[in-house]
């Protein structure tokens, strides 16, 4: 049976995307932060809510682990004797989420090329192998 190709040595770690931060990349965060960041002055907890598609439950986690990571900021405050919480993205969240868009940027880049430039290979297993 043939050995599959290895990366050259100079390929090493080309793909790990170390910019790709988890607390940012799972899929309710990502909708959290991109929300925030569009919205410079905030947005208040049920808006926000609704705009990302999440329970209270769920958005409060999210909310809290971003806070604990600096990325956004919840304020309590009352409107007409009402309670309300306003989240918004930190200064630091704002140039981390960005530094993250650049990362996701490069992703797409480096799949785009990688699709390109294999477009004529043949999707034909090699001989002796076989799908799991």
């Known amino acids: 049976m043939p050995t599959p190709k290895r990366p050259a040595p100079d ?4 793909f790990a995307y170390d910019g790709l931060e988890r607390v940012m990349h799972e899929k309710a965060r ?3 932060l991109t929300s925030l960041v569009a ?8 808006d926000l809510k609704e ?3 999440l329970t209270d ?4 986690r999210h909310l809290k682990v971003l806070q604990e990571s600096h990325l956004v900021e919840v304020w309590k405050g009352f409107n007409r004797n009402r309670p309300q919480t306003l989240c918004r993205i930190t200064p630091t969240g ?5 530094e993250y868009l650049n990362t996701l940027e490069q992703v797409i880049a480096d799949a785009a090329d ?3 430039a294999n477009k004529t290979a043949s999707p034909a297993l090699l001989k002796g192998w076989s799908p799991a």
């Open 57 to 60: 439950g769920n958005l409060s």
């Open 11 to 14: 390929n090493t770690g080309r």
């Open 114 to 116: 990688a699709a390109r």
């Open 30 to 32: 990502l909708g959290i």
């Open 39 to 46: 919205h410079n002055d905030g947005l208040l907890f049920n």
């Open 94 to 98: 704002r140039a981390r989420f960005l």
């Open 51 to 53: 705009l990302c598609a």
